[in-house]
C-alpha cells in the first residue's frame, strides 16, 4: 500500500542546522518566521508540520548546537584528566569557537534570548535553566577534582563554579561585540592565574 501524503522535500538536519544559525545570529525574538522559512529553505507549513511552531524549533535547534557547536563544554569537563585541565579546556576551545569566521560569534545559549516579551518568557527561561545546567556541570567536575587530590579540598567549588561560569559567558559577549581570538585568550590566562592552591 503506497504511503499517504508527499514526502517532506526537504533535509531536516540540515534544514534545523539552518535555523539554529538564524536564531544564534539574531536571537530568538529577532529571528522571524520569514527569516527561518528562507534560510531553511521551506514554507511555513512545512516547518510547523516538520517541527511544531517557532519555540518547538527553537528548542531543537539549542539541542542540535549542543551537540555540534556549543559542544566543548561537555566534551572538556568529560574528557580532561584534571579538574583545571578542563577548566581551561573548556575555556580555550569555546574562545576558539567563539571566533570562527564563517559562523555567528558567541554562544547561542548566551545570546539567543538576551531580549524577550512577555510571549518568550518561556524561551528566556528554558535558556536560564540550560545555563544553571552548565554552571552545575561545572561545578560537578570540580568536586571531582577535590575528591580525585588534584584541587585543594579548601576550594569552594559552587563559587568557582560561578566565577568560570561568568568569564566563559562574558567570553561569549565580548566574542559577540568583535573581541580577537587574543584578547579572550589573555582574558583566559587572568582566569586561569586564578585558579586556588593549596593553604
Given at each position: 500500500?503506497?504511503?499517504?501524503?508527499?514526502?517532506?522535500?526537504?533535509?531536516?538536519t540540515d534544514a534545523l542546522r539552518r535555523a539554529m544559525e538564524v536564531f544564534w545570529e539574531h536571537g530568538y525574538e529577532g529571528s522571524s518566521m520569514s527569516d527561518l522559512t528562507s534560510a531553511m529553505g521551506i514554507n511555513s507549513p512545512s516547518?510547523?508540520?516538520?517541527?511544531?511552531?517557532?519555540?518547538?524549533?527553537?528548542?531543537?535547534?539549542?539541542?542540535?548546537?549542543?551537540?555540534?557547536?556549543?559542544?566543548?563544554?561537555?566534551?572538556?569537563?568529560?574528557?580532561?584528566?584534571?579538574?583545571?585541565?578542563?577548566?581551561?579546556?573548556?575555556?580555550?576551545?569555546?574562545?576558539?569557537?567563539?571566533?570562527?569566521?564563517?559562523?555567528?560569534?558567541?554562544?547561542?545559549?548566551?545570546?539567543?534570548?538576551?531580549?524577550?516579551?512577555?510571549?518568550?518568557?518561556?524561551?528566556?527561561?528554558?535558556?536560564?535553566?540550560?545555563?544553571?545546567?552548565?554552571?552545575?556541570?561545572?561545578?560537578?567536575?570540580?568536586?571531582?577534582?577535590?575528591?580525585?587530590?588534584?584541587?585543594?579540598?579548601?576550594?569552594?567549588?559552587?563559587?568557582?563554579?560561578?566565577?568560570?561560569?561568568?568569564?566563559?559567558?562574558?567570553?561569549?559577549?565580548?566574542?559577540?561585540?568583535?573581541?580577537?581570538?587574543?584578547?579572550?585568550?589573555?582574558?583566559?590566562?587572568?582566569?586561569?592565574?586564578?585558579?586556588?592552591?593549596?593553604?
Amino acid at each position: 500500500m503506497a504511503e499517504r501524503g508527499r514526502p517532506r522535500a526537504f533535509d531536516r538536519t540540515d534544514a534545523l542546522r539552518r535555523a539554529m544559525e538564524v536564531f544564534w545570529e539574531h536571537g530568538y525574538e529577532g529571528s522571524s518566521m520569514s527569516d527561518l522559512t528562507s534560510a531553511m529553505g521551506i514554507n511555513s507549513p512545512s516547518l510547523y508540520a516538520a517541527f511544531g511552531g517557532k519555540e518547538a524549533l527553537f528548542r531543537a535547534a539549542v539541542e542540535l548546537y549542543g551537540q555540534t557547536d556549543g559542544g566543548y563544554t561537555e566534551r572538556a569537563l568529560r574528557e580532561e584528566p584534571t579538574a583545571r585541565a578542563a577548566i581551561e579546556a573548556m575555556l580555550r576551545d569555546n574562545a576558539i569557537a567563539y571566533t570562527v569566521e564563517d559562523k555567528p560569534h558567541g554562544c547561542m545559549v548566551v545570546l539567543a534570548g538576551s531580549t524577550y516579551t512577555t510571549r518568550s518568557e518561556s524561551i528566556r527561561d528554558f535558556l536560564v535553566e540550560k545555563r544553571l545546567e552548565t554552571t552545575e556541570d561545572i561545578r560537578r567536575r570540580l568536586d571531582r577534582g577535590v575528591a580525585e587530590g588534584d584541587l585543594t579540598a579548601e576550594a569552594d567549588t559552587a563559587a568557582l563554579a560561578r566565577f568560570y561560569t561568568t568569564v566563559l559567558y562574558g567570553l561569549s559577549i565580548q566574542a559577540r561585540d568583535g573581541a580577537s581570538l587574543a584578547e579572550l585568550t589573555q582574558s583566559i590566562d587572568c582566569a586561569m592565574a586564578a585558579w586556588p592552591t593549596s593553604a
